[in-house]
């Protein structure tokens, strides 16, 4: 009988993996620590006893009043479709058909899927970048007050923190500064659910005062896949609306292993989060001295203006130096037993969490150095495979039009709103023959899953460039058909 979803499941653990990506449970059964096990029995619907998502009273009810608790919200409701709903959520609460939401192009793909659902109007501000590094990194100050000011009827922004790297922003200033404007502040905080747990790590957007945020409990936490939470503070924000809203966007049958889960992460970081978040920080600190050690940079220290805060438990392997693509390397770590969360153009992400051991460190240490050793091997060799690509990977490079190496490339000329491209007639083109032509859906890189093009967007010649030196290095692109069409609005 085939099976082939469940074959590669089972491939795949049977290979011994070493998983620096999410889920944050990596496989472990942590729960048996508090005298629960998951299983097909737990697979339950709305019986009496195990009350209703669609409209709380009982267990699930206290269970999110724990939570807001826990995470220092005034309330909390499970997301049962991942952070993607909770974005979903956010926007639609805050924006109206034709209302101004201010936010970055380094946002995550779900973000404009809001907007096309909302019919709300993007106004983009572009993330500070690192020519040294040729890193978007987080949004500063001044370019919201200068955003803002050019552009005063802006109800809402949504903002990332942390992102993919673990940067966080001057998010509180942030927050702080639209408050006073009357603008909501949205934050999607799906790598950061870890953060208020430990004064180790950066702010949380709850110490941070955001208004609405969004957390993905299975990237850092120990929750099962697709399981997240959304928070809110409710001297700003009309909580009767967003219950109606969840209610809207969530399934009227929902897994009762997914919620469980959330029950289940929120009870094991109240009761040993901190002290487990001391020994990873003290690991993850530890691997990066062997890897520095070892001629991998793991930006350690790392620092910028625009930044308040690294996460101390997101682990970064910046290989620009080495002429080797982020992508390439992705690879040939998988061969040598260690899966990383993403790779881009010159970086690795590993994602840590609770469920990590000091072995499956001692693993990836290893493994990087086989890899390094291996770069010498004429017969197979690691480094610069495409001298002409990778030139184009050196700090502070350009594209051949002169733009900037970045998920974004620049912010493209707008066209339309994303809800008027989205339902406009279409047609699919190639991509390599796309320039000029306004996108009528979402193309770029995944991960992260930052758009380089949006519904509504002017086609231009340096995202195109971005996006074909991400394909030729061996990264995969979302957003096209057959792998090569773009949808583009009909002339």
Not at 16 to 31: I, S
Not at 94 to 115: E, F, M, T
Not at 218 to 233: E, F, I
Not at 442 to 449: A, D, K, T
Request: proline share 5%; glycine share 8%; net charge negative.
């Amino acid at each position: 009988m085939e099976m082939p979803l469940v074959q590669a499941i089972l491939d795949y653990v049977d290979e011994g993996t070493a998983r620096f990506h999410v889920p944050g449970h990596k496989g472990m059964d942590l729960y048996s620590r508090l005298g629960f096990k998951l299983d097909w029995t737990y697979d339950l619907t709305e019986v009496r006893g195990t009350d209703n998502l669609q409209a709380p009273t009982g267990a699930i009810k206290r269970a999110q009043e724990l939570a807001a608790r826990a995470f220092g919200s005034d309330v909390c409701f499970f997301l049962v479709n991942g952070t993607t709903s909770g974005i979903h959520i956010m926007i639609l609460y805050a924006a109206r058909p034709g209302d101004k939401v201010l936010l970055a192009r380094s946002c995550h793909k779900s973000v404009w899927d809001a907007l096309v659902l909302s019919g709300a109007v993007p106004v983009y501000i572009e993330p500070e970048y690192d020519e040294d590094r040729g890193l978007y990194t987080q949004v500063s100050l001044d370019s919201v007050k200068r955003a803002v000011k050019n552009n005063p009827d802006i109800v809402a922004m949504v903002i990332t923190s942390p992102n993919y790297y673990g940067m966080v922003g001057q998010l509180e200033e942030i927050c702080s500064y639209l408050r006073d404007r009357g603008i909501l502040s949205l934050v999607d905080e799906a790598h950061g659910g870890h953060f208020i747990f430990n004064r180790k790590l950066p702010p949380s957007a709850a110490d941070a005062g955001a208004d609405i945020w969004v957390q993905s409990a299975h990237k850092t936490l120990p929750s099962l896949t697709q399981a997240s939470y959304l928070h809110a503070r409710s001297d700003r924000v009309d909580t009767n609306v967003l219950a109606s809203l969840h209610s809207m966007m969530m399934t009227t049958s929902p897994s009762y292993l997914l919620m469980a889960s959330l029950d289940l992460a929120r009870a094991y970081m109240e009761d040993r989060g901190q002290a487990e978040l001391d020994r990873l920080i003290e690991l993850v600190a530890a691997s990066r001295q062997r890897l520095n050690r070892l001629g991998i940079d793991t930006m350690t220290s790392y620092a910028r203006p625009e930044l308040v805060a690294m996460d101390p438990t997101r682990l970064v392997l910046d290989l620009s130096s080495l002429s080797i693509s982020g992508f390439e390397a992705e690879g040939l770590l998988r061969d040598r037993g260690i899966q990383v969360e993403m790779s881009d153009l010159t970086r690795l992400v590993c994602v840590s969490s609770l469920a990590d051991k000091i072995e499956d460190f001692d693993r990836l240490v290893a493994a990087c150095d086989s890899l390094l050793r291996q770069g010498s091997n004429k017969d197979r060799p690691i480094f610069g495979q495409n001298p002409r690509l990778g030139s184009r990977l050196k700090k502070g490079a350009r594209l051949d039009s002169g733009a900037l190496i970045g998920p974004a490339a620049g912010i493209p000329d707008q066209v339309l709103s994303p809800r008027q491209a989205f339902f406009s007639k279409k047609e699919y083109v190639p991509l390599a023959r796309a320039q000029g032509r306004v996108c009528a859906g979402l193309v770029g890189s995944y991960p992260p899953g930052i758009p380089s093009f949006c519904p509504g967007d002017l086609i231009d010649k340096a995202g195109l460039e971005y996006l074909s030196l991400v394909k030729d290095r061996g990264g995969q692109l979302f957003g096209l058909r057959d792998e090569d069409l773009v949808a583009v609005v009909k002339d």
